[in-house]
């Protein structure tokens, strides 16, 4: 297996301020890390995919301005959640693929916007 | 019509039953394929990949059928500590879709 990171593990915030999360990965480089909500009780939805050195693609209907993806490294991506609202609180978890296709999860982080 | 579909569940099964989990995927592009199990409020861990040959771990085994774009997740021997909701994932091109999840308990 490999071991991902993410840091904070849960976070409470008040309304419009912005919240980092960052997503490492421990023994080994990953190119790509993915984000990815979710919801009680329903599936991960793919938010964008990070890319070192790049920019990150978005999925339809992820706010990127409101969703600040930096991949600064082959080992760290941050998320950062600008002006959060309530609506934002969730679930957010990375990923980073190791080989060709195989991923591997961080801890997720739960934040909850009051 | 989801991208990947699973078996809405919940199945509720005494230790020991055998269990079988059901998932199909509409894009017949699709490349790679595993299944993933999540424990409450934790994140996703690998449990296996599918391969076409099928391919067993233990007490799980997984196939896949390219023809009929189905993959499936066979549980023999169901331990309490089986249950968790089991995603089936498949991947088009780097990018993971993930099914919506069926839920599994395991009772005494």
């Known amino acids: 297996g490999a071991v991902v990171s993410q840091h904070p593990s849960w976070v409470i915030c008040k309304s419009g301020t912005s919240v980092k999360i960052e997503c490492r990965s421990l023994d080994f480089q990953a190119t790509t890390m993915f984000w990815y909500r979710q919801f009680p009780k329903q599936s991960l939805m793919l938010m964008a995919t990070?890319?070192?050195?790049?920019?990150?693609?978005?999925e339809q209907g992820v706010e990127k301005d409101k969703f600040l993806i930096n991949h600064a490294s082959l080992t760290l991506s941050t998320l950062t959640v600008t002006s959060a609202h309530p609506e934002d609180s969730s679930f957010y978890i990375c990923?980073?693929?190791?080989?060709?296709?195989?991923?591997?999860f961080g801890p997720g982080t739960r934040l909850t916007v009051l | 019509r989801k991208e990947v579909e699973q078996d809405p569940g919940p199945f509720n099964v005494p230790e020991g039953a055998t269990v079988a989990f059901n998932c199909t995927y509409s894009?017949?592009?699709?490349?790679?394929f595993f299944w993933y199990r999540q424990d409450c409020r934790k994140e996703p861990k690998l449990l296996m990949s599918?391969?076409?040959s099928g391919n067993e771990d233990g007490r799980f085994t997984a196939q896949l059928n390219r023809a009929s774009q189905y993959i499936s997740l066979l549980i023999r021997d169901s331990k309490l500590s089986d249950s968790a909701t089991y995603l089936c994932v498949v991947n088009v091109s780097g990018k993971s879709t993930f099914g919506d999840g069926t839920t599994l308990t395991v009772k005494p």
């Open positions: 599918v391969y076409s």
């Open positions: 990923s980073a693929r190791k080989g060709s296709d195989t991923q591997y």
């Open positions: 990070s890319n070192e050195g790049s920019k990150a693609t978005y």
């Open positions: 894009n017949s592009a699709s490349q790679s």
